[in-house]
């Protein structure tokens, strides 16, 4: 895939600018440039030095003042810095007034996380995804010093029509791969659903699992099922969705999606193009919601997380929080608020297997709490549905009658109607749906 914009990985030292708006209630900036830092580390470019600066509102041209932004430019060239990155979010008008007049690269937090998109992404569902991303953001921002676009792709002035600009030609390439992109993604989006709609057949319950990045969502479905996902100290470290079957205290099976991380300011082009990926979360039966306690922002994770999920249509499902890492909570007073605000969740450290076991019968109750208890009598000519109910992994109870096959457990909601006519009559006793959980 070519690229539009490929400066961040040629430059090394950054200067990071957080704006504070006194006029806005928002996240704290400096809060936000130690995320950014992070964010911009993971890109491997070092960061060396971050600054805050206040402004009343903001200006059309540079987004702070004129007097302000040269002074930071001259700041920047004299130290020698390659980059600026703004946590805020840049037009693209400002964006090349910057570039224009510092001659240093400059960047906005949405850029420096579509870069980690693009680098973290290996499979084809998750290229195509960043690079639809990636070429929406990038449309606009095309100027004529991104002449490269069509030598790239082995044009050069002829493959211009006549009168187009080099300007209007790239438009153009760029408009025509976001086209095809589309349509490849379309092919991937009905794949997966046919995967979907294979596993749905296996009538199990699902949950996914969801949250901030870096919180430990593939460290715990790792602990919980053994499976092989890299887990690691990066943002981004996950952008496919994986899953796994994991068996409950009560016998119940269970499928277990861990999905990709989510992070304030998350492009909307990302969310909107990873949305074949995030269905995992709308699809699931309940939400497991895996925080950072060591982290003191985590209650904007929270925040966002929420935000992301209803921006998905996903935000009603029934949530099981789990505040990890309590191994690094050095708080004992912060972690007794949340324990006194969260009753429901769960308190764990994955890595020193703390807590999973409270965690897990959690997940066990949301789930009966949801199915319906019922008793059954089958004609041994229906075994068939005997033996779905065994695969759903909610058999209680089994014994063999001389009218038929005695079966008493939780019924999940999409089985239920082909047993319905088999059921004892008053053997139904709970029809509560999940309740929802803080
Ligand atoms: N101290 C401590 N570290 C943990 C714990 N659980 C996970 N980690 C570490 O936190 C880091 C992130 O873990 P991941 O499981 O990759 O996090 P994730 O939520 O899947 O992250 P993304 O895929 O980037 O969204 C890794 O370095 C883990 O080893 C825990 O209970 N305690
Ligand atoms: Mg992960």
Redesign the pocket.
């Known amino acids: 895939m070519f690229e539009v914009r490929d400066r961040p990985k040629m430059v090394q030292r950054a200067l990071l600018v957080g704006v504070r708006q006194p006029s806005r209630n928002g996240d704290d900036v400096s809060d936000m440039l130690l995320e950014l830092a992070a964010l911009v580390e993971t890109l491997d470019i070092e960061v060396m030095e971050s600054m805050a600066i206040s402004i009343r509102k903001p200006h059309p041209h540079f987004f702070i003042g004129r007097g302000k932004a040269h002074s930071i430019m001259n700041h920047a060239k004299a130290e020698n810095y390659d980059c600026i990155v703004f946590d805020h979010a840049l037009t693209p008008a400002q964006q090349r007034n910057w570039e224009k007049e510092s001659r240093i690269c400059v960047i906005d937090r949405t850029e420096v996380i579509l870069d980690i998109f693009a680098r973290r992404a290996q499979t084809r569902e998750a290229v195509v995804q960043v690079g639809l991303a990636r070429m929406v953001y990038s449309l606009p921002r095309l100027t004529r010093a991104w002449t490269h676009l069509s030598r790239q792709r082995g044009g050069g002035s002829k493959m211009r029509g006549q009168g187009e600009t080099q300007l209007e030609a790239d438009q153009r390439i760029v408009r025509d791969r976001i086209a095809s992109l589309k349509k490849r993604l379309e092919v991937i989006r009905n794949q997966r659903k046919t995967q979907r709609k294979r596993r749905m057949k296996k009538p199990l319950p699902s949950a996914a699992?969801v949250?901030?990045?870096?919180?430990?969502?593939?460290?715990?479905?790792?602990c919980l099922t053994g499976a092989n996902?890299?887990?690691?100290?990066?943002?981004?470290?996950?952008?496919d969705p994986t899953t796994r079957q994991f068996l409950l205290p009560s016998g119940q099976k269970l499928l277990l999606t861990?999905t990709?991380?989510?992070v304030r300011k998350l492009p909307h082009n990302l969310i909107e193009a990873f949305k074949a990926t995030l269905e995992e979360a709308v699809v699931a039966d309940f939400l497991i919601h895996?925080l950072?306690v060591?982290n003191p922002e985590v209650e904007r994770h929270i925040q966002t997380t929420m935000r992301v999920l209803k921006e998905l249509g996903a935000d009603e499902k029934p949530i099981l929080t789990v505040f990890?890492?309590?191994?690094?909570c050095r708080d004992a007073f912060f972690l007794k608020r949340l324990q006194l605000q969260y009753p429901k969740a769960a308190f764990?450290?994955?890595?020193?297997n703390?807590g999973i076991g409270k965690l897990v019968q959690g997940m066990d109750d949301l789930l009966e709490s949801k199915t319906v208890y019922a008793e059954f009598v089958f004609p041994f000519d229906r075994y068939d549905l005997v033996a779905q109910l065994h695969q759903a992994g909610c058999v209680k109870e089994e014994k063999t009658r001389d009218e038929g096959v005695f079966i008493a457990g939780h019924i999940p909601p999409d089985l239920r109607d082909n047993v319905r006519s088999f059921r004892l009559n008053g053997s139904e006793n709970r029809t509560s749906s999940i309740p929802k959980q803080s």
Request: net charge neutral; charged share 25%.
């Open positions: 699992i949250g901030y990045t870096n919180a430990g969502k593939s460290s715990l479905l790792n996902i890299l887990a690691e100290n990066k943002l981004f470290a996950t952008l861990d990709v991380g989510f895996v950072d060591s990890n890492k309590v191994d690094i764990v450290s994955v890595r020193e703390r």
